[in-house]
């Protein structure tokens, strides 16, 4: 745990690397006004300062050393058991008018809000240490590139923002190089970590995030869903570009043709397994190289085409499930240099989770630090427990993951996780047909999110926790974008879970995803077959490579089916959304529905 850590005092030489940049250095003095920390520490990134700070995480208890060995440069932190997940209760959205915000988000007044974190943010950090973070979003020469400073009093988040982002002195050098002067403003501070005292406030009129309460990386590491996603999705709009919750993945053919592939799954759905897959045996040849496994931000290029960049510099995954058969890639990546959180530490200082390769260990320490064994009722591993790793541990990243200008998206996917109604794959027919399907993509919960699991809700583009003003108006800003592009990718939805009668999955998923994929490509190439359905183009039998898999047409045709009553209760589903949007939803997508609707009869 954090421990609420006292103030360090670091050697000469380390934390004391002020910026010039005078806006910067008037801001920093504001919050320590506030804040009344015993000291500043200045981050720049460098291997010394990680050094130190790793020390005195361990000193401290933040951290603990994992088995050298084993998992060499890799360390377990746990987070206290009332602080282990995202809290989109208390994740708002300060507009000047509720509107602006929409009726998914959780809206506040900004002044209102500024006044209460003043009030719960003074002298908060006393007898702590305030670090001074400065990142990069984006390959540091992308024209997206994303300039950003988090005060916080977490050593937590300082060793995990040196994995994620791309900081230090490299972003301090960016912010004096840029024309417009642009840099987000983000204050975190764990208080006493009480969920009483806990919100995550977005400003994006400021391009400020302010953080308190929670030591959970979603919450606090403001580089990632907070600035990448909601004050990013407010930037993309504003200055016409996109900033999605999506993977971006490049799939190469055996005769070196390559595509890119952006797709849009919730937390937990198997983004980073299909960033990371590795191609089945009866697919020699093919590879899969990875961008990103969870943000895309994606601009249109000068040949009217959508290219992506991936704002971040490392993963933060899911750990639970995560195998050497699930995905490989991420198994090899997590070897070093890791920060394991909320997952058990066995008594040889490995680490262990539920889905893990091979027996489970006879004892280990849980992830709440309580003696654990095979017949313990509670899990070893919290379900939401995570790694972060830098991105440069991926065998299979791409060559081209800092290319300023990003890569060339041909297809653009949506799935979530549905038991029934969605078929295992469907292409749209166009992209305002597509922006639909997005729009109205749904997925029952996962762990990653507080809340009731299992429940299916609307997560459009997987993105209603992390749109950072009205849902409404993200869609109109996906309408528009689609006319300005001469080439626009093609769209499809996939579904890795649909299950049978007996209630197991029908769909091997993982590496056998790949099937899916290349026929996505061969869509995108104009040689892949399909029959029209009331959905959308879904493969016929023939359009289907099943070589080497054993799986039966009744099997497959159970994946395939559009079942009528499924589908006129899933439009249903859908009007309910549509009327929680009321006003907001734009008519081009209100005819969607009824188009679709009556393709059904209804």
């Not at 983000?186 to 406030?201: F, M």
């Not at 053919?253 to 849009?264: D, I, L, N, R, W």
């Amino acid at each position: 745990m954090d421990n609420l850590a006292p103030a360090i005092t670091p050697p000469k030489g380390i934390g004391d690397n002020e910026p010039s940049n005078q806006e910067v250095l008037d801001w920093v003095q504001e919050v320590v006004r506030l804040t009344t920390p015993d000291n500043i520490f200045w981050c720049d990134g460098s291997d010394e300062e990680h050094a130190y700070l790793l020390q005195e995480a361990q000193r401290l208890g933040v951290v603990t050393k994992l088995n050298e060995e084993k998992l060499p440069g890799s360390y377990l932190h746990r987070s206290k058991a009332n602080d282990v997940a995202r809290v989109e209760q208390f994740t708002l959205i300060c507009t000047p008018t509720e509107d602006e915000a929409g009726p998914t988000n959780n809206w506040r007044d900004p002044a209102e809000t500024y006044q209460q974190l003043n009030e719960m943010l003074k002298g908060a950090m006393k007898g702590r240490t305030m670090f001074v973070i400065p990142y990069i979003m984006g390959p540091p020469d992308s024209p997206l590139a994303k300039v950003g400073f988090e005060i916080t009093d977490s050593l937590y988040v300082v060793l995990s923002m040196r994995i994620m982002t791309r900081m230090g002195s490299v972003a301090v050098k960016r912010l004096e190089s840029s024309e417009n002067g642009e840099w987000n403003r983000g204050v975190h501070s764990l208080l006493d970590i009480n969920p009483e005292r806990r919100l995550i406030c977005h400003f994006p009129q400021d391009n400020a995030i302010i953080s308190v309460g929670s030591g959970y990386g979603g919450n606090v590491l403001l580089s990632k869903k907070c600035l990448a996603l909601r004050i990013g999705s407010y930037l993309a709009r504003k200055q016409g570009w996109l900033a999605e919750h999506m993977l971006i993945l490049g799939v190469e053919s055996p005769e070196g043709q390559k595509h890119y592939v952006a797709a849009a799954f919730p937390s937990a759905c198997g983004k980073t397994n299909f960033a990371m897959m590795i191609p089945p045996e009866h697919f020699n040849g093919w590879k899969i190289t990875t961008i990103g496994d969870d943000i895309a931000w994606m601009q249109i290029g000068d040949d009217g085409r959508l290219y992506a960049v991936n704002p971040e510099n490392g993963y933060f995954g899911v750990v639970p499930g995560t195998s050497y058969k699930s995905n490989p890639n991420a198994m090899k990546s997590i070897q070093r240099n890791t920060i394991y959180t909320n997952v058990a530490q066995t008594d040889d200082g490995d680490v262990w989770w539920e889905g893990k390769d091979g027996e489970p260990p006879q004892h280990a320490i849980d992830w709440r630090g309580n003696d654990w064994t095979p017949a313990s009722k509670e899990k070893a591993a919290h379900p939401n427990s995570r790694f972060a790793v830098p991105q440069w541990n991926n065998p299979a990243l791409d060559h081209d993951v800092e290319k300023g200008d990003g890569v060339p998206i041909s297809a653009i996917i949506f799935g979530g996780r549905r038991s029934d109604t969605m078929p295992l794959v469907f292409q749209a027919f166009d992209w305002e047909h597509g922006t639909y399907v997005g729009a109205m993509m749904a997925s029952e919960m996962t762990a990653a999110a507080v809340g009731a699991l299992g429940q299916v809700r609307r997560d459009p583009m997987a993105m209603l926790p992390f749109c950072g003003y009205n849902m409404g108006e993200y869609f109109k800003h996906w309408l528009k974008i689609g006319p300005r592009l001469k080439n626009p990718p093609l769209i499809f939805h996939v579904n890795w879970f649909r299950k049978g009668g007996d209630g197991s999955y029908l769909w091997p998923g993982f590496g056998e995803n790949m099937r899916v994929l290349k026929w996505i490509i061969d869509r995108c190439e104009g040689h892949g077959g399909a029959a029209e359905t009331e959905i959308g183009y879904i493969p016929r039998p023939e359009d289907f490579d099943l070589e080497g898999l054993e799986i039966t047409r009744e099997t497959m045709r159970e994946l395939f089916a559009i079942k009528g009553d499924e589908w006129k209760k899933e439009i249903a589903g859908q009007q309910e959304f549509f009327d929680n949007m009321q006003r907001f939803m734009p008519p081009e997508l209100s005819a969607q529905r009824d188009k679709l609707a009556a393709r059904f009869g209804s």
